[in-house]
């Protein structure tokens, strides 16, 4: 099974408006992190957000947003009045066994934002 | 301004020939990863490292790769004998453990033909 499902393979939003990318986990951990990594068109990878899962808010991080539901294993990525370059590859992972492991990513959303 | 350092950025090499990927973390990071970026299969982990051992390397093909960290600001990816499957991109993060991110570095795009 797969541990991250990201299930949007692409999304299409206008400029300004605010996104949501979907993520759900499958873990029987209960000390596990989640992360939001953004890969633009140059290739890096680039450290959006962090939620632990002993995190009583959501977290934030300037205009993103994670909105994390435990019960539902869920940890979506919000991104709010995006930009165009916003426009890119955006990956959920998990990291599980209170930091022991590696990181498990998902197969990314395609977001391209336009004008 | 830290940043993870990789070095090739881009290598083109033939079918059977060795390939040394190299990574400098972070100073004063003490986990190292190294991860692997193809179409098909996404992001998948080879190995990481923490205070220099290696955990994990359960991701990788055990007969034609090897990953080192032969001292704190160094890690090493080979590959020998390299195959037209290994073309790929190859990322190296590394991080404070625990639940704290792991910073990327650029990437070695890696072509075997």
């Known amino acids: 099974a797969q541990k991250i499902t990201q299930t949007q393979p692409g999304m299409f939003v206008q400029e300004k408006e605010a996104v949501t990318l979907d993520c759900t986990y499958d873990t029987s951990d209960p000390s596990y992190g989640l992360f939001w990594y953004k890969q633009p068109s140059s290739g890096e990878m680039i450290f959006l957000i962090y939620q632990g899962s002993y995190d009583q808010q959501n977290a934030t991080e300037g205009r993103y947003s994670l909105n994390f539901q435990k019960a539902r294993k869920s940890a979506n990525l919000v991104i709010s009045a995006s930009q165009l370059g916003d426009s890119a590859m955006y990956f959920c992972a998990m990291r599980e066994g209170g930091g022991a492991d590696g990181l498990t990513f998902g197969k990314g959303t395609h977001l391209i934002i336009q004008p | 301004d830290a940043r993870v350092t990789q070095t090739p950025r881009h290598k083109v090499t033939e079918m059977g020939q060795e390939v040394t990927m190299r990574c400098q973390p972070i100073l004063g990071h003490n986990t190292v990863f190294w991860y692997r970026q193809t179409m098909m299969q996404g992001l998948e982990l080879l190995a990481y490292f923490r205070n220099r051992a290696p955990l994990d390397d359960s991701g990788m093909p055990k007969d034609r790769f090897s990953a080192e960290m032969p001292d704190a600001t160094l890690a090493t990816l080979k590959i020998q004998p390299s195959e037209p499957r290994d073309s790929a991109v190859y990322f190296c993060?590394?991080?404070?453990?625990?639940?704290?991110?792991?910073?990327f570095g650029q990437g070695t795009r890696l072509t075997v033909v």
């Open positions: 993060a590394s991080g404070l453990g625990e639940n704290t991110e792991a910073f």
